[in-house]
T-cell receptor, first 116, second 116 residues
Framework: AQSVTQLDSQVPVFEEAPVELRCNYSSSVSVYLFWYVQYPNQGLQLLLK??????LVKGINGFEAEFNKSQTSFHLRKPSVHISDTAEYFC??????????????FGSGTRLQVQP | ETGVTQTPRHLVMGMTNKKSLKCEQHLGHNAMYWYKQSAKKPLELMFV???????ENNSVPSRFSPECPNSSHLFLHLHTLQPEDSALYLCASSPGGLAGLYNEQFFGPGTRLTVL
């Protein structure tokens, strides 16, 4: 079975500083990878996704992530954060469980707290 | 209305009440999901419907009863809940068919449920 590990439950960072949110997964089969963001009192919103092709994926709001197959990681990065980036970030992995069917597993989330 | 909507946004109920949560998607998707989001825990997938048929029930107690009358609407009927059922209940949708299940999902804003 696949699993997703977000190593940091909280990441405090100052405004305009760079940030990296870490995500590691375990799966022996091909994966699709996602990062979602959840702002207070809202549902999850897709930030970016990796399905195939270039391992560097760019998403909304200036975020990007890099798929590293050898390290089974999909870390999320932003070179300069804003106060408005304060939110919960979820990594998710979709793997094929049988022909034509996939299973989606979410990590436990990382709370990004941007301080002025 | 666009995207995925959920009503009500907030619900407070006693343990003997019966209530229903409603989800509606305007994306033309054929798969819909119910998730439970509790503090400090990963998202818990509860139910999956694909083309109105329930394809997954993750050992959810029978006090939660889903209903999917068509591909655009999903309900979660609640009765005799416990205080530990208090959580944010999220609805999501995705392109249907087995190949579309568990790929990118689009989330509603959630219903914040409090059981007294």
């Amino acid at each position: 079975a696949q699993s997703v590990t977000q190593l940091d439950s909280q990441v405090p960072v100052f405004e305009e500083a760079p940030v990296e949110l870490r995500c590691n997964y375990s799966s022996s089969v091909s994966v699709y990878l996602f990062w979602y963001v959840q702002y207070p009192n809202q549902g999850l919103q897709l930030l970016l996704k990796y399905l195939s092709g270039s391992t560097l994926v760019k998403g909304i709001n200036g975020f990007e992530a890099e798929f590293n197959k050898s390290q089974t990681s999909f870390h999320l990065r932003k070179p300069s954060v804003h106060i408005s980036d304060t939110a919960e970030y979820f990594c998710a992995v979709s793997v094929a469980v049988d022909t034509g069917r996939r299973a989606l597993t979410f990590g436990s989330g990382t709370r990004l707290q941007v301080q002025p | 209305e666009t995207g995925v909507t959920q009503t009500p946004r907030h619900l407070v109920m006693g343990m003997t009440n019966k209530k229903s949560l409603k989800c509606e998607q305007h994306l033309g998707h054929n798969a819909m999901y119910w998730y439970k989001q509790s503090a400090k825990k990963p998202l818990e997938l509860m139910f999956v419907y694909n083309f109105k048929e329930q394809t997954e029930n993750n050992s959810v107690p029978s006090r939660f009863s889903p209903e999917c009358p068509n591909s655009s609407h999903l309900f979660l009927h609640l009765h005799t809940l416990q205080p530990e059922d208090s959580a944010l209940y999220l609805c999501a949708s995705s392109p249907g068919g087995l190949a579309g299940l568990y790929n990118e999902q689009f989330f509603g804003p959630g219903t914040r449920l409090t059981v007294l």
